[in-house]
């Protein structure tokens, strides 16, 4: 394989589960929840597939158990900010500091241990083609499946009723509720899906990214995923440009630091989450674009008549 070939690889390697935990986040903050809670999702999701795949030996049985935990850690999200209407912001980091916690902890027994892969699918004649073969025919699984959830969320939030149904109530729940919509139902759905994807996104990390347990490992990806989300400006094919754009910054300071560019480490391992500062900066300075897609109830809570 070709140093090109090899780079276009990686970089989509990199890509994969920050586009997965940001399509994600953009359902739930399409429905006006802002969970910061997605670090949290993402390296439970890691632990549980990394256990479940190392226990069975079997990795798809690992990236289910990935999408379980993430699901299941966003409930006691939901439960806390939609029934009890605690404060979104300090719920969501009060969540990832329990996933980083918890993961350790449950992960503890598993460092060190040799990982199971998931392995590259392979089309025969079509994966040997140059550039193309490999990157469009020849990656793991998880690849086609967070390509698959950008158009299915792409179509899902603008050509389907219940879409329109979510994106109303991210824009107004109050009328939402007096139309007879089922706010909290919808609410609870999105928060689910977005800890699903979140969990799948860990279960690349450990499965298929670094087919190991490190405590950790997301690395501060949760945070560059809910970026993302604003980078993007809430939308699906913005969101999947967003994150091979950061993914080829990720994969380029290790590749600057491999051919001995005289900067110091260190500021190149802190170029993805520079990068992300100055896109939010910059983002920021639009107040115009701000103000137009954000969902206007993002982060408020609802209390429903009782």
Request: charged share 5%; glycine share 12%; aromatic share 8%.
């Amino acid at each position: 394989m070709g140093i090109t070939e090899a780079i276009i690889l990686t970089i989509a390697t990199a890509a994969t589960p920050l586009l997965i935990a940001a399509i994600g986040e953009l359902v739930v903050e399409r429905s006006g929840i802002l969970n910061l809670g997605v670090e949290g999702m993402m390296i439970m999701g890691a632990v549980g597939g990394f256990a479940a795949a190392n226990l069975t030996g079997n990795p798809w049985l690992g990236v289910l158990v990935a999408i379980i935990f993430g699901a299941i850690t966003s409930l006691a999200f939901a439960f806390l900010t939609l029934s009890l209407a605690a404060n979104q912001v300090a719920t969501g980091l009060a969540l990832t500091i329990l996933g980083l916690g918890l993961s350790g902890l449950l992960g503890e027994p598993f460092v060190g241990q040799a990982g199971v892969k998931l392995t590259n699918i392979s089309i025969p004649v079509l994966t040997d083609l140059p550039i193309v073969g490999p990157l469009l025919f020849g990656q793991d699984p998880i690849f086609y499946m967070s390509i698959a959830l950008v158009i299915g969320v792409s179509w899902f939030l603008f050509n389907s009723r219940a879409g329109l149904t979510l994106r109303s109530i991210g824009d107004n729940h109050i009328s939402a509720h007096a139309l007879g919509i089922p706010v909290l139902r919808y609410r609870y759905l999105a928060v689910m899906f977005g800890g699903a994807c979140a969990g799948l996104a860990g279960g690349h990390l450990s499965l298929v990214y670094t087919p190991q347990w490190v405590e950790n490992m997301s690395a501060g990806r949760g945070w560059i995923a809910l970026a993302l989300v604003v980078f993007a400006s809430w939308r699906p094919a913005r969101v999947l440009a967003g994150a091979y754009l950061f993914g080829a910054v990720s994969i380029g300071q290790l590749h600057a630091q491999a051919l001995g560019v005289a900067v110091p480490p260190q500021l190149l391992t802190a170029l993805p989450y520079i990068a992300t500062i100055v896109v939010l900066v910059l983002i920021s300075q639009n107040t115009r674009l701000t103000l137009i897609n954000t969902p206007a109830m993002l982060g408020r809570p609802f209390v429903p008549d009782r």
